[in-house]
């Protein structure tokens, strides 16, 4: 069920999971089945400008269950300072000029520039992308939307250190990896 203002697609490769190329099919936090729910997408991913290519760092899905249990944990304090800081950084007409009903090929360029900074997400080091998913639709309205890794590191500075540990947590009991994709987790607020 799509809102007001909002548009479905099918999901583009670019939000689906890496190594398969399939929407993503169960929720990172309770194992849900998401072919019927809305969930949201977090990629994260590295520029290697040199090679001329990139890759995906990491990635997952979260049910909205899940994810609106997550950021209840979080400290008040910490959403508060989140939401001050998207406020403060996005403009309002940005999110309103982002839908376009009838062109899929569009998802692309919603994701092309970091949403805060308005650079272009191909000439960073890191960056990582959002969208929010019903079964094998994307839903477009203030999502999708990239982020820079200056912009995380930003957001991160702003949560408290109880915000924090809940993170750290997330990150230890959900994700595996060598120490440095570890080290770029916990510099980094997940979707929450």
Avoid: W
């Amino acid at each position: 069920m799509k809102e007001e203002g909002m548009s479905a697609h099918p999901i583009p490769k670019l939000f689906c999971k890496s190594e398969v190329n399939t929407p993503f099919d169960t929720c990172q936090m309770c194992n849900t089945d998401l072919s019927t729910k809305r969930y949201l997408v977090e990629k994260a991913i590295r520029n290697y400008p040199s090679l001329n290519s990139s890759e995906v760092i990491f990635e997952y899905a979260m049910c909205l269950d899940c994810a609106g249990k997550m950021r209840m944990e979080l400290s008040e304090e910490s959403r508060n300072r989140i939401e001050q800081y998207f406020r403060s950084n996005i403009n309002p007409s940005n999110l309103r000029n982002r839908i376009d009903l009838g062109n899929s090929d569009h998802i692309e360029g919603l994701v092309s520039k970091c949403i805060v900074k308005d650079t272009q997400i191909n000439k960073t080091q890191e960056y990582s992308i959002y969208a929010l998913c019903e079964g094998e639709e994307i839903i477009v309205g203030e999502l999708p939307y990239a982020l820079s890794a200056e912009c995380m590191d930003e957001m991160t500075a702003l949560l408290s250190a109880k915000s924090l540990d809940i993170l750290d947590d997330f990150i230890g009991n959900h994700f595996t990896g060598p120490p440095e994709v570890m080290e770029i987790l916990k510099r980094r607020p997940i979707l929450i």
